[in-house]
């Protein structure tokens, strides 16, 4: 994975390489596209975008990074809008979501589950759930990374943050 300019697994200073430079530093959800949630997505939503800040590789092919990137539905597709210091315009990654819709849809009512099972405390229940969870959350990076891969350079850590978020603006209300 690369790591963000200036830091270290050690927390020691290091120099700016190309390689380092090829991340995220920004990430927003274009507010037409929220929707409301509950407590819990908020959660999964905020963790996702800190930890994909705090370490990422992404890396548009035949674009240097560091780079902003805004996520947005419209029409049936998801954009990823990224910007940098080193493009002149930005640079819109469209996907479709039909091949999400069924993942999510299944992801979403596990995870439902799986606030139910916390709150009773039934760990096995709770492990197994969680389990199915990060199988289908798998799957729906996979597909992500798939559908980028002509595009974009990312680890499967990226990948799964980007799902994520992905998720969190497909929900509707």
Same mark, same amino acid.
């Given at each position: 994975?690369?790591? &963000?300019?200036?830091?270290? #697994?050690?927390?020691? =200073?290091?120099?700016?390489?190309?390689?380092?430079? &090829? $991340?995220?530093?920004?990430?927003? /959800?274009?507010?037409?596209? /929220? @929707?409301?949630?509950t407590p819990q997505l908020e959660h999964e939503r905020q963790v996702a975008m800190n930890d994909l800040i705090?370490? =990422?590789?992404?890396? !548009? %092919? &035949?674009? &240097?990074? +560091?780079? @902003?990137? !805004?996520? %947005? @539905?419209?029409? *049936?597709?998801? @954009?990823?809008?990224?910007?940098?210091? $080193?493009?002149? =315009?930005? !640079?819109?990654?469209?996907? #479709?979501?039909? +091949?999400?819709r069924s993942i999510i849809r299944d992801y979403f009512i596990i995870c439902e589950s799986y606030f139910e099972?916390? %709150?009773?405390? *039934?760990?096995?229940?709770?492990?197994? !759930?969680?389990?199915?969870?990060?199988?289908? $959350? =798998?799957?729906?990076?996979d597909i992500l990374t798939g559908l980028l891969a002509d595009k974009v350079d990312m680890d499967s850590e990226?990948?799964?943050?980007?799902?994520?978020?992905?998720?969190?603006? $497909?929900?509707?209300?």
């Open positions: 994975m690369a790591r &963000q300019p200036g830091k270290s #697994p050690t927390g020691e =200073n290091e120099a700016v390489s190309s390689e380092t430079a &090829q $991340h995220i530093t920004a990430i927003s /959800l274009d507010e037409s596209s /929220l @929707t409301a949630r705090e370490w =990422n590789h992404f890396a !548009i %092919k &035949q674009a &240097q990074g +560091p780079y @902003t990137l !805004i996520l %947005k @539905t419209a029409e *049936n597709r998801v @954009t990823l809008t990224a910007t940098s210091a $080193h493009l002149k =315009n930005s !640079i819109a990654l469209a996907i #479709p979501l039909a +091949p999400f099972a916390v %709150k009773t405390g *039934n760990m096995p229940r709770i492990e197994a !759930i969680d389990m199915s969870r990060r199988g289908l $959350h =798998n799957e729906g990076s990226t990948s799964r943050r980007l799902f994520t978020l992905l998720c969190v603006l $497909h929900l509707k209300p």
